[in-house]
């Protein structure tokens, strides 16, 4: 009995009251924000890099691959499938929901330094300003001011443009919280591992491809705004915001999901004629790491038209491997973007030529090729920037949609930007003509669960329909 009660006082005096018996100590009551932050990023990069017909099409879009025997995506039916909802639940509901609890856990973090805390909110944030551009740059005018809140169950959709300008102002403001001298979210930054002065050069990258979005109808918004980040963009390829995959699901690199062997035994997928002829008509040293030969040969598949899996180059085994990476942002991309600046008239620093050369060099070594190889490649004369055919919009576009393949969504993005190539949509004898989408229709449950804003927004932006430019497409 004396044993019994003396263990009963050790153990009340062990806690402060008998509640704390409920709690369960093997269970966080409050997850840290860098789970989130990881996930929500993983959830970005996969919904950008899978080839999954039922979320991603923009590889058709641009026409770097094209189908086997399922012609509804390259020939541009949003609605056979729930493509729009799809994209539009996980990067609401996967993405920005997720960086949005990340956000609030880590101002109400009471432990944490202030520096290393700003460093934390300055990643996540612009983090949602990727996704911001993403949904705004795909659908138009979207939820945004009234979105995620639970006490308002149908948001308005605000104005595109707003939207925008509202996100270049929040990735200035999370730029200007980093500390570079001190760290931020380690662990769960698979990006740089939470090195400050690698965001920085992120963030600033991420502003010079959004200022550049809107430099045909804001072109003193969109000079002012290149000419802060270009001192601070990426520098090299060891610069790049690449996601890493891991070999296993559900850990793996999506296109891996959809292609590999290991993990699928459809064939639904080669690559298009579009792309492979101009890549052979250049003898790009890219195509050993894009495509498979056909007898010794690249050959691509009539784009938008049956094709059968055997006869055509499809995706090169090292895209289709578990572990390869998924690019949000690249040096490539930045050296064109850099080179676009130039032309128009904006103060940065270099010729436009140097920033082409730079651009295509880094994406031929970046994919395994050497710098004799680019050197080659530049000297051609429908590939040196000075002899290329077409104006400086068409020599930078075509370049950038070569560079940019498996980035579907980027190379859709610079395509309608630019106006380059002369991508053509398929030509069905007796069906009406085609349009490659400019955007992506609104979800259709949206007609249900917010039918009175989802009309307004259509009518908005000229109409809920494919072909409906977005406001900065105006050439």
């Known amino acids: 009995m004396l044993i019994g009660l003396s263990t009963l006082v050790l153990m009340i005096s062990c806690v402060d009251n008998l509640d704390d018996y409920n709690v369960d100590q093997k269970r966080a009551k409050d997850v840290p924000p860098a789970p989130l932050f990881t996930g929500a990023m993983k959830e970005l990069a996969d919904v950008l890099t899978t080839p999954n017909v039922n979320v991603n099409n923009y590889r058709f879009y641009v026409q770097h691959w094209t189908s086997t025997q399922y012609l509804d995506e390259p020939r541009y ?15 609401y509901r996967d993405v920005l929901a997720d960086l949005k609890e ?56 605000d104005d595109a443009e707003t939207v925008y300008n509202d996100i270049l102002g929040r990735l200035d403001a999370a730029l200007n919280l980093i500390s570079p001298e001190v ?4 662990e769960g930054d698979l990006l740089y ?35 802060q980040a270009a001192p601070n963009v990426f520098l090299s390829i060891e610069d790049n915001a690449a996601f890493p995959y891991l070999s296993a699901p559900p850990n793996n690199n999506p296109v891996s999901e959809e292609i590999n062997p290991l993990f699928t035994s459809r064939q639904d997928y080669v690559a298009a004629n579009t792309l492979v002829n101009a890549m052979n008509d250049l003898e790009d040293p890219r195509r050993k790491f894009y495509f498979t030969q056909i007898n010794g040969q690249y050959v691509g598949g009539e784009y938008g038209f049956s094709n059968s899996y055997s006869d055509f180059s499809t ?96 190379a859709w993005l610079a395509w309608r930007r630019l106006d380059a190539p002369d991508l053509q949509p398929p030509d069905v004898e007796g069906a009406e003509a085609l349009v ?26 000229g109409g809920d329909i494919g072909a409906t430019k977005l406001w900065w497409d105006i050439n």
């Open 315 to 410: 995706v090169h085994p090292r895209i289709t491997d578990p572990s390869f990476e998924a690019l949000l942002l690249d040096y490539s991309e930045v050296e064109f973007l850099l080179a676009e600046a130039v032309e128009r008239g904006f103060n940065v620093t270099g010729s436009a030529a140097g920033h082409y050369s730079k651009g295509v060099t880094a994406s031929i070594i970046y994919w395994g090729g050497t710098a004799a190889e680019a050197n080659a490649y530049l000297a051609q004369a429908n590939v040196n920037y000075n002899t290329a055919p077409g104006d400086w919009s068409q020599k930078i576009g075509v370049q950038k949609w070569i560079a940019l393949y498996n980035r579907g969504y980027d």
């Open 183 to 186: 760290e931020g979210i380690e």
């Open 77 to 91: 039916n949003m609605t056979s499938r729930i493509i729009p909802q799809n994209v539009w639940q996980r990067l």
């Open 193 to 227: 591992e939470g090195e400050m002065d690698r965001w920085v050069k992120f963030g600033n990258s991420l502003k010079l491809k959004l200022a550049m979005v809107i430099a045909d109808v804001n072109a003193g918004n969109s000079q002012a705004l290149v000419e």
């Open 436 to 461: 490659i989408p400019k955007r992506v229709i609104y979800p259709i449950n949206e007609q249900t669960l917010n039918g009175a804003n989802r009309q307004a927004a259509g009518e908005a932006i």
């Open 102 to 157: 990340a956000k609030r856990l880590a101002e109400a973090d009471e432990f944490t330094i202030e520096a290393v805390k700003n460093n934390q909110l300055a990643q996540i944030e612009i983090m949602e300003v990727y996704a911001w551009s993403v949904l705004v740059n795909t659908f138009g005018n979207v939820p945004y001011s009234q979105a995620l809140d639970p006490d308002i169950p149908l948001p308005v959709y």
